[in-house]
């Protein structure tokens, strides 16, 4: 029996063995909290089982394109970015060379990614691709302090247009795709789908779980992500 097979005790169940208490707490608040813990436990449930049948998709679309980068390292092609890992994250970063500076919600979710790049190569491979020059990218990164994302250029903007990172009119789309290397072929394996025809009424649109652990925090906070702001690239 796997660990996702064993029988699991009802979240109800779970909240209302909870131990922990805060001081001064009221009945009512125990009760409220108690309820939205049993909520808190479905909710990673949930996520799990998504993350499992994502897990299981059938065999993606093999990367058949053509397609040329330049990286810090040199000119690479599409199976150079893999390094020696089987998996390879695309972020398509909102910085192309008609923009002054780049996009502020792009650059807020990669300065969190930066502090976790180190670990997250332990597993896969991660690069950020834009359409500006390298030595823009390579500026920026400087500027930000960044040490640790790996930034490309896509020479030609065909992987971008081709994988979201481009509309057909020429403006910018933040995507997010994971491809494979299995057996010597290349595949598309999962990219964010989410976009303004999947938002719900007064949401900006965002995948699930959302990858910026900024709005985790701000979720937690009774005040929530707010809708009167915007995160800046300087303060």
């Not at 796997?2 to 009945?27: C, G, H, I, K």
């Not at 993350?51 to 397609?67: D, M, S």
């Not at 081709?162 to 494979?180: K, Q, V």
Request: hydrophobic share 35%.
């Amino acid at each position: 029996m796997t660990a996702s097979s064993l029988p699991l005790t009802p979240a109800a169940d779970l909240a209302r063995d909870n131990p922990v208490r805060f001081p001064n707490e009221s009945a009512e608040y125990r009760a409220a909290r108690t309820a939205l813990l049993a909520e808190e436990i479905e909710l990673r449930r949930h996520i799990e089982r998504v993350a499992a049948q994502r897990r299981a998709l059938p065999p993606g679309g093999p990367v058949t394109g053509r397609y040329s980068f330049m990286t810090e390292n040199g000119p690479s092609d599409f199976a150079g970015l893999f390094g020696d890992h089987q998996t390879l994250g695309l972020y398509s970063y909102m910085f192309g060379p008609q923009r002054e500076r780049p996009c502020p919600m792009c650059t807020n979710l990669l300065g969190a990614w930066e502090g976790n790049a180190l670990d997250i190569a332990q597993r896969m491979s991660l690069v950020v691709v834009a359409t500006s020059p390298l030595d823009r990218l390579i500026a920026w990164k400087e500027e930000r302090g960044w040490k640790n994302l790996r930034m490309a250029t896509d020479l030609d903007g065909a992987y971008s247009r081709d994988y979201f990172g481009l509309a057909p009119d020429g403006s910018e789309i933040p995507s997010f795709n994971i491809f494979t290397r299995r057996d010597g072929t290349l595949r598309h394996f999962w990219s964010g789908e989410m976009t303004g025809q999947t938002a719900d009424p007064g949401q900006d649109p965002r995948g699930a779980p959302d990858p910026g652990p900024m709005w985790a925090i701000l979720d937690q906070t009774p005040e929530g992500r707010g809708a009167d702001w915007y995160p800046k690239l300087a303060y």
